[in-house]
């Protein structure tokens, strides 16, 4: 029986894939193992649909929060995929021979419990280490190394990995935890390869890590009784559409390169037996995105680059020019010497943003089925882009439509969109309205990443269905509240969400946490969350009868507490007066919310002097707002607060509340500001800069053009020009 030959590679090399496809042309094994999980073999085969498209990965995960992960990506140039597809091209059987995926998540489980191997793995000359040790003794990266070292190598790479992986086996101390999990993975997998000499195969073909060829080679396979007191968890796996973003290392994947989208161009290169063409290729896909980005470069440009590239190959001692050598080119040369010019072309052209495609039919979980028919039963495919995509829905019935799936259509996304948000799946982002007074339109970023993936599968143990997760995750939400605003934003993104059952379940927490509750600012907040459901209710076909009774028991407690709650403190003013501005809000959307008790409540707040005078202030602002207020009664309330006598805190702190509403019925009021002149010229030097404290405070968020128009007031009563005014005010605020 022949000896099994152990091909070692770097996983997505293309170097190491073209030598595979050679290597296993001349031996043509009898069965082609891999390093992978032995209990995902049967998503190999949706590698080899022609409806694939690459990069995916195989995903496992366990059933159990907290949700430990497992990745396997590939991108066409993967050595293992590579193996994969010759194997299925030449009918010859093909398996993973790791550790099962259930045993590799139990081994990650104790990692991450374990703080001391963690502690032990910055010390020693680990695996990392080692590679950071190579960079520095070079000068270059260690992908650059790689590249220029094995990705050029022809003839011998399996030979000069195999001796690499012996030489960084002999140079690394992993910590003991590490080390024995590299021990039980290569004795797993030589009983596997042991397993398939006792079947009869006698041409073996591995391909695995090149640092476990020599472990392979010597070390003893795992026994029976080894293998049973394995540590395992409950998982299952998936096969899902990947992208070069998260293959690249800046998305932290480790095993990753710097530049996938250029070693593609580097592997297809190879494939057509001419390496040269990498060059060419890299700098003119590079000159059409600098053209794209509205950069002026010429094609005498490109070829000094290339010029450029090969000359410093040379000085490197490199057979062709590597990524390095081609990037310091471009940056001489189409950059102008600055990096910066061309850094948005080299994301582009190193990096790239494909995303991989997987076919009908392949496996998957319920919950991620139910999520792609629904992309497609509401025409959002061509959003699954890694490229963001704006979406404007318009919520209101189509009437020049026939059927109802077509005339409610943005709604149903919205539906669709609001739970995926529920259950924190990235796909979609909720924008600012553009519109303040329709309720009617909803605009949403849309992005596909490969975490949208991840956190599709996580949803997975919340329900079947992407209905039935949010369901689960609001009912869980709803169970955890402490107090009623947030029981209440439960109750919103179940309304949201188009889920009428969640929503009864929220707000029967909203009715028992209310008994307990009595601060302004709780209640308020959920006041807003039943009243948006309200307003829009109809639109959303939802019916607003059972909020009604409790919006209006909690506008009662509101005006029945606003008045206590403005005996505050600075710090808690803030606080109080978004409560007022809330409830005021409220109640002008709301006929059937007594107007007449907000007002008494609101005109006591103003009238009393022992409250919070920033809140008694913002109460009068919002009576102005409401036409309640006439000029003389503002002149006496503005003349009674800003006198002489009155503490310059307490004064300022009354103008500061005032100022934070309605501003422009403020300013047009030119005896308001005869009276805070005087109020400030009767001022002594430092009850004036204490009162200068808080006015800068109160003018801090006014705009340009309102302090252009404050200026103007003052420049009249002081008999001189704005711009002067606007002078000595900013003069006087900055040397105070």
């Given at each position: 029986?022949a ?9 997505l ?70 193996a ?20 590799f998540?139990?081994?990650?489980e ?24 190579l ?6 990266s ?6 220029r ?35 039980v993975?290569?004795?797993?997998m030589?009983?596997?390869?042991m ?28 026994s029976?009784t ?12 998936t ?8 293959l ?24 057509q ?9 890299y700098?003119?896909e ?41 990037r ?5 040369c ?14 582009s ?11 009908e ?8 089925d139910?999520?792609y ?8 495919e ?53 519109q ?33 997760a ?12 402490t107090?009623i ?27 028992t ?50 008045e ?7 710090e ?6 978004e ?20 007002i ?18 913002f ?9 309640l ?10 003349s ?26 403020l ?26 404290v ?27 020009e ?8 900013m ?6």
């Amino acid at each position: 029986m022949a000896t099994p030959v152990f091909f070692g590679v770097r996983h997505l090399s293309p170097g190491a894939a073209y030598s595979v496809i050679k290597e296993l042309d001349k031996l043509h094994p009898d069965i082609v193992l891999i390093e992978g999980p032995s209990d995902l073999n049967d998503e190999m085969k949706w590698f080899c649909h022609p409806e694939t498209k690459l990069p995916a990965a195989i995903l496992a995960y366990t059933q159990e929060t907290p949700i430990h992960t497992l990745l396997y990506p590939f991108a066409e140039y993967s050595p293992e995929y590579q193996a994969i597809l010759w194997a299925h091209q030449h009918n010859i059987p093909c398996r993973f021979m790791d550790l099962p995926s259930n045993v590799f998540l139990a081994i990650n489980e104790k990692t991450s419990e374990n703080t001391e191997d963690k502690n032990n793995d910055e010390q020693g000359d680990t695996t990392e280490l080692v590679y950071k040790k190579l960079e520095d003794l070079l000068g270059e990266s260690h992908d650059t190394f790689w590249e220029r070292n094995f990705e050029q190598s022809e003839e011998n790479y399996m030979e000069a990995a195999k001796e690499f992986g012996k030489q960084l086996r002999e140079t690394a101390t992993d910590s003991p935890y590490r080390t024995a999990e590299n021990s039980v993975r290569e004795a797993y997998m030589k009983r596997v390869i042991m397993q398939a000499e006792k079947e009869g195969f006698e041409k073996i073909f591995c391909v695995c890590g090149a640092f476990h060829v020599e472990g392979l080679q010597n070390n003893e396979p795992m026994s029976n009784t080894d293998e049973n007191n394995l540590p395992k968890v409950s998982a299952k796996a998936t096969l899902m559409p990947y992208s070069y973003y998260r293959l690249s290392q800046l998305s932290g994947y480790g095993a990753g390169n710097d530049a996938p989208a250029y070693f593609e161009i580097l592997w297809e290169s190879m494939c057509q037996k001419n390496i040269e063409q990498t060059t060419y290729r890299y700098l003119t896909e590079l000159a059409v995105n600098q053209r794209k980005q509205g950069h002026i470069t010429s094609s005498a440009e490109v070829i000094e680059a290339a010029r450029l590239a090969q000359t410093l190959a040379k000085m490197r001692n490199s057979k062709y020019p590597v990524l390095q050598d081609l990037r310091d080119a471009a940056i001489t040369c189409m950059g102008h010497g600055t990096f910066s010019e061309i850094s948005v072309s080299t994301a582009s052209v190193e990096i790239g943003t494909k995303i991989g495609a997987l076919p009908e039919g392949v496996s998957r979980t319920s919950i991620q089925d139910d999520f792609y028919r629904q992309l497609k039963e509401l025409n959002l495919e061509k959003y699954r882009s890694v490229e963001a995509q704006q979406l404007d829905l318009d919520l209101r019935e189509n009437l020049r439509v026939k059927s109802e799936k077509s005339a409610f259509m943005d709604l149903n996304r919205s539906f669709f969109l609001h739970r995926l948000r529920v259950l924190n799946v990235g796909f979609g982002t909720l924008l600012k309205s553009k519109q303040t007074q329709a309720n009617w339109g909803e605009y949403w970023s849309l992005r596909w990443i490969p975490e949208t993936e991840i956190e599709i599968v996580e949803a997975a143990l919340l329900g079947e269905t992407v209905e039935s997760a949010a369901s689960f995750s609001l009912k869980e939400r709803a169970d955890k509240s402490t107090d009623i605003s947030q029981a209440a934003e439960v109750f919103e993104d179940a309304f949201l969400c188009g889920m009428p059952q969640a929503a009864k379940y929220a707000l029967s927490a909203i009715q028992t946490l209310s008994v307990d509750t009595a601060a302004i600012v709780e209640i308020s907040k959920t006041a807003e969350h039943l009243s948006t459901v309200i307003r829009y209710g109809d639109l959303r076909k939802f019916p607003p009868e059972p909020i009604i009774s409790l919006l209006s028991q909690l506008f009662l407690r509101a005006c029945l507490t606003l008045e206590e709650a403005c005996n505050c403190d600075d710090e808690a003013s803030k606080q109080v007066m978004e409560s007022i501005d809330r409830i005021n809000k409220i109640q002008l959307n709301h006929e059937f919310l007594e107007e007449n008790r907000l007002i008494d409540v609101l005109t006591s707040v103003s009238d009393r002097d022992d409250l919070n005078t920033k809140c008694s202030g913002f109460a009068m602002a919002t009576l102005i707002e409401r036409g309640l207020v006439e000029e003389s009664l503002l002149a006496v309330e503005v003349s009674r607060r800003l006198s002489k006598g009155v503490p310059a805190d307490l004064a300022a702190g009354w103008f500061e509340g005032l100022a934070k509403k309605n501003r422009y019925s403020l300013i047009i009021r030119l005896s308001l500001w005869k009276q805070l002149d005087s109020y400030l010229q009767n001022l002594d030097d430092e009850e004036f800069k204490r009162a200068l404290v808080f006015l800068r405070r109160a003018f801090a968020d006014f705009s340009s053009n309102e302090k252009s128009n404050i200026s103007e007031n003052l420049g009249e009563i002081w008999g001189v020009e704005p711009e002067q005014a606007a002078d000595i005010l900013m003069r006087s605020i900055t040397e105070a």
